[in-house]
Antibody
Framework: QVQLVESGGGVVQPGTSLRLSCAASGFSFSNYAMHWVRQAPGKGLEWVAVISYDGSHKYYADSVKGRFTISRDNSKNTLYLQMNSLRPEDTALYYC????????????WGQGTLVTVSS | QSALTQPASVSGSPGQSITISCTGTSDDVGGYNYVSWYQQHPGKAPKLMIYDVSNRPSGVSNRFSGSKSGNTASLTISGLQAEDEADYYCKSYTSTSTYVFGIGTKVTVL
C-alpha cells in the first residue's frame, strides 16, 4: 500500500537550516506530483510547496518563497524540503503528500515530522 | 495567498444535514473547478473527502457531497454521524499555480 514516511524534523535555532525527507513506497513515485503541507500546533493546514512528477516545475507559498526549496530524487523515491533561514513561525508538523496525475486532490499523506524553531 | 474563508464551527444532531462553506475569489475558488475537501480527526493526518469540487474518492461515504457557486464552494454532510465529528478544510488551486487551504471548520455532532 501507499506509504509516505517523513524524517528530518527536530529542534533548531532561528536562522538555521534543516532538510526534511519523505520516503515513498507502494506506488510509482515518478508518476506523481508531491506536496509539502504544514500545520502549526493547534492551527490549521497551510500549503507549503509542490513539485511536478519530474521535478521541472516547483511552486511555493509566499511565506516560504526564497527560503525553502522543494526537490525530489525519483531514483531514490524520495522527496525533500530544504528549509533555510528558519523562523519561529515555521514551527509546525510538516506533512509530505501525494497528488494524483489527473486531479488536484491530495490522496495520500504521511504522518508528519515536527519542526520546532526556538532559541 | 490569503486563506479561504470557512465558518469556525458548524454543529448538527445525528441524522441531520450540515453544510460547510468555503469562500475565496475569482483567482482561486471561482476560477477553477479544483476545490478539494479534507477531514482531519485529532492527532491524525488529513483524509481526502472530495476532489475537483464534487468528486468522491473510492471508499468515501456518499453522505459527503460537494458543490460550487461563484467564489464559494460547499461541503454537505447528510445523515450526520458521530464519526463525522472532526475538522474540515477546503483547498483550492490558484491563478499563480499555487494552492491555498481554508481556515478550517470544526464539526460537532450534538
Amino acid at each position: 500500500q501507499v506509504q509516505l514516511v517523513e524524517s528530518g524534523g527536530g529542534v533548531v535555532q532561528p536562522g538555521t537550516s534543516l532538510r526534511l525527507s519523505c520516503a515513498a513506497s507502494g506506488f510509482s513515485f515518478s508518476n506523481y506530483a508531491m506536496h509539502w503541507v504544514r500545520q502549526a500546533p493547534g492551527k490549521g493546514l497551510e500549503w507549503v510547496a509542490v513539485i511536478s512528477y519530474d521535478g521541472s516545475h516547483k511552486y511555493y507559498a509566499d511565506s516560504v518563497k526564497g527560503r525553502f526549496t522543494i526537490s525530489r530524487d525519483n531514483s531514490k523515491n524520495t522527496l525533500y524540503l530544504q528549509m533555510n533561514s528558519l523562523r519561529p513561525e515555521d514551527t509546525a508538523l510538516y506533512y509530505c503528500a501525494r497528488k494524483p496525475p489527473t486531479t488536484t486532490g491530495i490522496d495520500s499523506w504521511g504522518q508528519g515530522t515536527l519542526v520546532t524553531v526556538s532559541s | 495567498q490569503s486563506a479561504l474563508t470557512q465558518p469556525a464551527s458548524v454543529s448538527g444532531s445525528p441524522g441531520q444535514s450540515i453544510t460547510i462553506s468555503c469562500t475565496g475569489t475569482s483567482d482561486d475558488v471561482g476560477g477553477y473547478n479544483y476545490v478539494s475537501w479534507y477531514q482531519q480527526h485529532p492527532g491524525k493526518a488529513p483524509k481526502l473527502m472530495i476532489y475537483d469540487v464534487s468528486n468522491r474518492p473510492s471508499g468515501v461515504s456518499n453522505r459527503f457531497s460537494g458543490s460550487k457557486s461563484g467564489n464559494t464552494a460547499s461541503l454537505t454532510i447528510s445523515g450526520l454521524q458521530a464519526e463525522d465529528e472532526a475538522d474540515y478544510y477546503c483547498k483550492s488551486y490558484t491563478s499563480t499555480s499555487t494552492y491555498v487551504f481554508g481556515i478550517g471548520t470544526k464539526v460537532t455532532v450534538l
